[in-house]
Protein backbone atom coordinates (compact mmCIF):
# COMPACT_ATOMS: atom_id res chain seq x y z
CA UNK A 1 0.00 0.00 0.00
CA UNK A 2 2.96 2.17 1.17
CA UNK A 3 4.60 1.93 -2.30
CA UNK A 4 1.52 2.27 -4.64
CA UNK A 5 1.04 5.49 -2.62
CA UNK A 6 4.40 6.76 -3.20
CA UNK A 7 4.41 5.72 -7.03
CA UNK A 8 1.21 8.09 -7.15
CA UNK A 9 2.98 10.54 -5.77
CA UNK A 10 5.58 10.31 -8.08
CA UNK A 11 3.43 10.59 -11.09
CA UNK A 12 1.68 13.14 -9.98
CA UNK A 13 5.05 15.79 -9.04
CA UNK A 14 5.94 14.37 -12.63
CA UNK A 15 2.91 15.57 -14.40
CA UNK A 16 2.49 18.91 -12.87
CA UNK A 17 5.78 19.68 -13.30
CA UNK A 18 5.63 19.26 -17.38
CA UNK A 19 5.51 22.01 -19.59
CA UNK A 20 2.08 24.33 -19.49
CA UNK A 21 0.46 27.67 -20.35
CA UNK A 22 2.47 30.33 -19.80
CA UNK A 23 1.15 32.82 -17.20
CA UNK A 24 0.56 36.54 -17.74
CA UNK A 25 2.37 38.54 -15.18
CA UNK A 26 1.42 42.27 -14.86
CA UNK A 27 3.39 45.39 -14.00
CA UNK A 28 0.79 47.76 -13.10
CA UNK A 29 -1.40 46.91 -10.14
CA UNK A 30 -5.18 46.24 -10.87
CA UNK A 31 -8.05 47.56 -9.17
CA UNK A 32 -11.31 45.67 -9.19
CA UNK A 33 -14.34 47.93 -8.47
CA UNK A 34 -17.91 46.29 -7.97
CA UNK A 35 -20.71 48.41 -9.72
CA UNK A 36 -22.50 50.68 -7.36
CA UNK A 37 -19.97 50.76 -4.27
CA UNK A 38 -18.83 54.33 -3.41
CA UNK A 39 -15.13 53.78 -2.15
CA UNK A 40 -12.36 53.78 -4.37
CA UNK A 41 -8.93 52.97 -2.66
CA UNK A 42 -6.82 54.06 -6.43
CA UNK A 43 -5.17 57.03 -6.30
CA UNK A 44 -6.60 59.25 -9.36
CA UNK A 45 -3.68 61.66 -11.05
CA UNK A 46 -4.41 63.95 -13.62
CA UNK A 47 -1.48 65.48 -15.87
CA UNK A 48 -0.73 69.38 -15.76
CA UNK A 49 -2.74 69.33 -19.11
CA UNK A 50 -6.02 67.90 -17.46
CA UNK A 51 -5.47 70.53 -14.62
CA UNK A 52 -4.91 73.05 -16.95
CA UNK A 53 -8.14 72.37 -18.75
CA UNK A 54 -10.61 71.91 -15.88
CA UNK A 55 -8.87 75.29 -14.45
CA UNK A 56 -10.08 76.75 -18.04
CA UNK A 57 -13.58 75.17 -17.74
CA UNK A 58 -13.87 76.82 -14.33
CA UNK A 59 -13.21 80.43 -15.40
CA UNK A 60 -15.37 79.87 -18.26
CA UNK A 61 -17.96 78.62 -16.65
CA UNK A 62 -17.48 81.43 -13.87
CA UNK A 63 -17.50 83.71 -16.66
CA UNK A 64 -21.07 82.57 -17.59
CA UNK A 65 -22.80 82.30 -14.38
CA UNK A 66 -22.05 85.96 -13.79
CA UNK A 67 -24.39 86.68 -16.62
CA UNK A 68 -27.13 84.78 -15.02
CA UNK A 69 -30.78 86.67 -14.78
CA UNK A 70 -29.74 88.81 -17.72
CA UNK A 71 -32.66 88.97 -20.57
CA UNK A 72 -32.99 87.93 -23.36
CA UNK A 73 -31.94 89.72 -26.32
CA UNK A 74 -31.89 88.61 -29.84
CA UNK A 75 -28.47 89.19 -31.08
CA UNK A 76 -27.17 90.79 -27.59
CA UNK A 77 -23.78 90.29 -26.23
CA UNK A 78 -23.92 92.23 -22.32
CA UNK A 79 -25.35 92.15 -19.32
CA UNK A 80 -28.29 94.78 -20.77
CA UNK A 81 -29.29 91.46 -23.20
CA UNK A 82 -28.05 88.33 -24.16
CA UNK A 83 -29.09 85.24 -26.70
CA UNK A 84 -27.59 81.83 -26.19
CA UNK A 85 -24.94 82.04 -28.70
CA UNK A 86 -24.11 85.50 -26.99
CA UNK A 87 -23.76 84.12 -23.76
CA UNK A 88 -21.39 81.30 -25.08
CA UNK A 89 -19.06 83.67 -26.70
CA UNK A 90 -18.80 86.22 -24.51
CA UNK A 91 -17.63 83.49 -21.96
CA UNK A 92 -14.87 82.20 -24.50
CA UNK A 93 -14.01 85.36 -25.19
CA UNK A 94 -13.13 86.59 -21.86
CA UNK A 95 -11.20 83.86 -21.27
CA UNK A 96 -8.86 84.27 -24.66
CA UNK A 97 -11.03 81.53 -26.86
CA UNK A 98 -12.28 82.97 -30.02
CA UNK A 99 -15.23 80.77 -31.26
CA UNK A 100 -17.88 81.78 -33.83
CA UNK A 101 -20.77 83.78 -33.04
CA UNK A 102 -23.84 82.07 -33.62
CA UNK A 103 -25.27 78.73 -32.62
CA UNK A 104 -24.99 76.74 -35.75
CA UNK A 105 -21.61 77.81 -36.81
CA UNK A 106 -20.28 77.10 -33.27
CA UNK A 107 -21.94 73.42 -33.67
CA UNK A 108 -19.19 72.83 -36.46
CA UNK A 109 -16.37 73.34 -33.93
CA UNK A 110 -14.88 70.93 -31.46
CA UNK A 111 -15.13 67.13 -31.00
CA UNK A 112 -18.35 65.39 -31.06
CA UNK A 113 -18.52 63.46 -27.68
CA UNK A 114 -20.88 60.76 -26.10
CA UNK A 115 -23.62 62.32 -23.25
CA UNK A 116 -22.13 59.72 -20.66
CA UNK A 117 -18.73 61.59 -21.51
CA UNK A 118 -20.08 65.41 -21.33
CA UNK A 119 -18.10 67.37 -18.60
CA UNK A 120 -17.91 70.75 -17.41
CA UNK A 121 -16.95 72.99 -20.09
CA UNK A 122 -18.33 71.44 -22.96
CA UNK A 123 -21.13 72.50 -25.65
CA UNK A 124 -24.51 70.92 -25.30
CA UNK A 125 -26.58 71.85 -28.63
CA UNK A 126 -30.18 72.03 -29.58
CA UNK A 127 -32.67 72.11 -32.21
CA UNK A 128 -35.99 73.77 -30.76
CA UNK A 129 -37.78 75.08 -33.92
CA UNK A 130 -40.08 72.49 -35.37
CA UNK A 131 -39.49 74.12 -38.48
CA UNK A 132 -36.04 74.37 -38.49
CA UNK A 133 -33.31 71.72 -39.95
CA UNK A 134 -30.24 72.92 -38.10
CA UNK A 135 -28.91 73.77 -34.93
CA UNK A 136 -30.14 77.04 -33.02
CA UNK A 137 -29.83 76.74 -29.53
CA UNK A 138 -26.47 76.39 -27.60
CA UNK A 139 -26.07 75.79 -23.82
CA UNK A 140 -22.64 75.67 -21.63
CA UNK A 141 -22.14 72.59 -19.11
CA UNK A 142 -21.72 73.97 -15.70
CA UNK A 143 -22.13 70.77 -13.73
CA UNK A 144 -22.52 66.71 -14.35
CA UNK A 145 -24.06 64.87 -11.03
CA UNK A 146 -24.21 61.32 -12.48
CA UNK A 147 -26.81 61.54 -14.85
CA UNK A 148 -28.14 65.24 -14.55
CA UNK A 149 -26.25 67.94 -16.56
CA UNK A 150 -26.75 71.64 -15.72
CA UNK A 151 -26.23 74.17 -18.42
CA UNK A 152 -26.37 77.60 -18.54
CA UNK A 153 -27.99 79.26 -21.27
CA UNK A 154 -30.07 82.07 -22.72
CA UNK A 155 -33.86 81.34 -23.41
CA UNK A 156 -36.19 83.94 -24.67
CA UNK A 157 -38.61 83.43 -21.92
CA UNK A 158 -36.54 83.59 -18.93
CA UNK A 159 -33.27 85.57 -20.18
CA UNK A 160 -30.44 83.61 -18.74
CA UNK A 161 -30.47 80.25 -16.66
CA UNK A 162 -29.41 77.45 -15.68
CA UNK A 163 -31.31 74.04 -16.35
CA UNK A 164 -31.15 70.35 -16.46
CA UNK A 165 -30.70 68.28 -19.84
CA UNK A 166 -33.49 66.05 -17.75
CA UNK A 167 -36.29 68.24 -18.08
CA UNK A 168 -38.30 67.32 -20.90
CA UNK A 169 -38.20 69.85 -23.42
CA UNK A 170 -34.32 70.07 -23.82
CA UNK A 171 -33.83 66.82 -23.78
CA UNK A 172 -35.90 66.32 -26.79
CA UNK A 173 -34.60 69.06 -28.48
CA UNK A 174 -30.92 68.01 -27.60
CA UNK A 175 -28.93 67.11 -30.76
CA UNK A 176 -25.54 66.80 -29.37
CA UNK A 177 -22.73 67.77 -27.15
CA UNK A 178 -19.21 69.04 -28.23
CA UNK A 179 -15.87 69.38 -26.60
CA UNK A 180 -13.96 72.40 -27.43
CA UNK A 181 -11.59 72.44 -24.55
Same mark, same amino acid.
Given at each position: ??? %? ?121 ? %? ?54
Amino acid at each position: MLR %KTIILLLLFTISSCGPGKKRRTYSKTRTVTVEGSTTDTSPKRKSKKEGRKNAKANEIVSTALTFSGTRYKYGGTTKRGMDCSGLVYVSLKENDIMFPRTSYQMALEGQKIRVSDVEKGDLLYF %KTSKTGRRINHVGLVVDVDGDDIKFIHSTTSRGVLVSSLREGYWNSAFVKAMRIL
